[in-house]
């Protein structure tokens, strides 16, 4: 048989374990000829159909969720029309709930697989042209003959037995990161998530991850996605682990998930002692309300979580990214500006405010209308509004977070971002506003046209943050003939008898800028002649 699976991802950026996890377990079969279409949202549909047909395969399979979902049934629509007799088996998160009205609405699919798919897809291989021998496998669901069939949900147990999607030759190794699986299942409940369904928790020894991290670095690969929602839930495990990605240090960085209430000294201990750059933590807060994590069944005591919050903003050492999300059972908007507030007064390296997707299987979607919950009925399965929060307020979150995305989780307008967040109560409100009236919000903004943009708004606005925005301007790289820099002084100037260094080291063939205050002093800043920096390396006050 001929096997061909449909890789379509958001970008070429990503990919899917999908693929690389369910070959590595079949790849010994000699009687299976697997061939991979690797294609993008973002491509035409029909590029991709004739590419799939030119193979005219027997069966193809595809991984789908809430970003692939309806540009993947746009492309099998086509090739099942082209191709009537070739099978259509489809897996992933889509599938965690009730699959039988889906399959009847698109009956071009032939069966979903719902779970882990990777010990049922091997034993459908075994059957997979014979539809009235698909009984009885895990996870499969199909209609057959007008009547639906249910697997329930599969799950592999052993989950380190499973032999690792590094081993498969469709391993993307071209891609920017990867990803590696150390944990399937959660211990926490959370009813938004697809891993709060009770599953178990299953990892795999330590000893195997370092035999996977050394393949990993062998391959030239920097950064590694650890995909263990649990990750913390061990103290002495979360240890070990931590202990063992310091040894890739300084050629691997690991972004990994972490629940901030789980830190107990001991782990607190080793994370402050890790090196600089190696760990990129997500800090899954969700709501800094106590009323809005309890009826998302989310497992923890909110002090706890703030106190754990804190203490992982303070270590300079690893870049602490905290979620927020907008349309929760009971989060109101005036609720979201002022966590924002909170986190930007912890530190915190970023701020991620997403919108709550309802997504199949799990509790929250089961309950939307116990919930006062109304959702979009197609992918992503976005919330439209809740008892709590209008849908022209989850619109303005939408673009709250757009401009949290453009100036506070950027590098080069982080810092004044956050002086002004602090410093002005109002300054999010009125940004946001004028932002919006100007219709620059959901336009894409180059890193220099969003500085010009706050630099113009807080002239007319907040003039005392000006000198702060033209110092980010300059130490960004950004042009010293652009409006931001239109007070420097950079022609005829001498440095002067005495000044404080903030950093770097002053030398005579540096070349020098000034920025004058009003009260007199002023900041004065030093270019790399030799290398034609944009950025100065050096940098004073008087």
Same mark, same amino acid.
């Given at each position: 048989m001929k096997i061909l699976w449909l890789d379509l991802n958001c970008s070429y950026a990503h990919s899917s374990l999908a693929l690389p996890a369910l070959h590595a377990q079949v790849m010994c079969r000699t009687d299976v000829e697997w061939r991979v279409v690797r294609t993008t949202t973002g491509e035409a549909v029909g590029t991709a159909v004739d590419a799939v047909c030119t193979h005219r395969p027997d069966v193809v399979a595809a991984s789908a969720w809430l970003f692939t979902h309806e540009h993947l049934l746009h492309i099998l629509a086509r090739v099942k029309a082209l191709l009537p007799q070739t099978i259509v088996i489809l897996g992933? #998160?889509?599938?965690?709930?009730?699959?039988? &009205?889906?399959?009847?609405?698109?009956?071009? !699919?032939?069966? *979903?697989?719902?779970?882990?798919?990777?010990?049922?897809?091997?034993r459908w291989l075994d059957v997979w042209d014979k539809p009235e021998a698909w009984g009885g496998l895990s996870g499969l669901c199909y209609i057959y003959k007008g009547i639906y069939y249910d697997g329930g949900l599969a799950r592999v147990m052993d989950f380190a037995s499973l032999k690792a999607p590094e081993e498969s030759p469709l391993f993307a190794w071209g891609k920017p990161f990867v990803q590696l699986e150390t944990t399937r299942g959660c211990?926490?409940?959370?009813?938004?998530? *697809?891993s709060g369904v009770?599953? /178990? *928790? =299953?990892?795999? /020894?330590?000893?195997?991850?370092? +035999?996977?991290?050394d393949c990993i670095r062998d391959r030239g690969i920097r950064d590694v996605r650890i995909l263990d929602r649990t990750f913390n839930y061990h103290p002495q495990r979360a240890i070990s682990l931590m202990q063992l990605f310091a040894e890739y240090h300084p050629y691997m960085r690991f972004h990994l998930e972490i629940h901030p @209430?789980? +830190? /107990?000294?001991? %782990?607190?201990? *080793?994370?402050?002692? +890790?090196?600089?750059g190696l760990l990129h933590l997500e800090a899954g807060i969700q709501s800094l309300r106590q009323e809005v994590l309890d009826a998302c069944c989310r497992k923890g005591v909110l002090e706890h979580s703030l106190d754990g919050l804190r203490y992982l903003c303070s270590l300079s050492n690893l870049i602490t990214h905290a979620d927020l999300i907008a349309g929760l059972p009971r989060y109101t908007l005036a609720q979201i500006y002022e966590d924002i507030h909170t986190l930007a007064g912890y530190q915190a390296g970023e701020i991620q405010l997403e919108s709550l997707?309802?997504? /199949?299987?799990?509790m929250i979607r089961r309950e939307a209308v116990r919930l006062g919950l109304c959702y979009s009925p197609l992918p992503p399965y976005e919330v439209l509004k809740t008892e709590a929060i209008t849908s022209a307020e989850l619109q303005e979150? =939408?673009?709250?977070?757009?401009?949290?995305?453009?100036?506070?989780?950027?590098? &080069?307008?982080?810092q004044i971002t956050r002086q002004l967040l602090l410093g002005e109560p109002d300054f999010l409100y009125r940004f946001l506003d004028h932002l919006t009236h100007n219709n620059y919000i959901?336009? #894409?903004?180059?890193?220099?046209?969003?500085g010009e943009l706050l630099y113009l708004f807080c002239r007319d606005y907040y003039p005392?943050?000006? #000198? @702060? %925005?033209? !110092?980010a301007w300059i130490e960004a790289g950004m042009s010293l003939k652009k409006r931001p820099a239109e007070g420097v002084r950079t022609k005829h100037v001498q440095p002067p008898g005495k000044w404080n260094v903030i950093y770097g080291e002053y030398n005579d063939d540096l070349r020098l800028c000034f920025l004058p205050t009003v009260e007199g002093g002023g900041y004065w800043f030093g270019y790399d002649t030799t290398t034609q920096c944009p950025t100065p390396i050096f940098r004073a006050e008087v």
């Open positions: 992933g #998160p889509e599938f965690l709930g009730d699959n039988d &009205a889906y399959l009847r609405q698109h009956t071009y !699919i032939s069966c *979903v697989l719902r779970g882990e798919g990777e010990e049922s897809f091997a211990f926490n409940t959370c009813a938004f998530c *697809v009770g599953d /178990p *928790v =299953r990892t795999l /020894p330590i000893e195997a991850i370092r +035999l996977r991290l @209430a789980l +830190l /107990p000294q001991s %782990v607190r201990e *080793v994370l402050a002692s +890790l090196p600089a997707k309802l997504l /199949p299987g799990t979150a =939408r673009r709250l977070s757009r401009l949290l995305d453009a100036y506070y989780n950027t590098s &080069a307008w982080q959901d336009q #894409p903004m180059s890193l220099e046209r969003r005392d943050y000006l #000198p @702060a %925005v033209t !110092i």
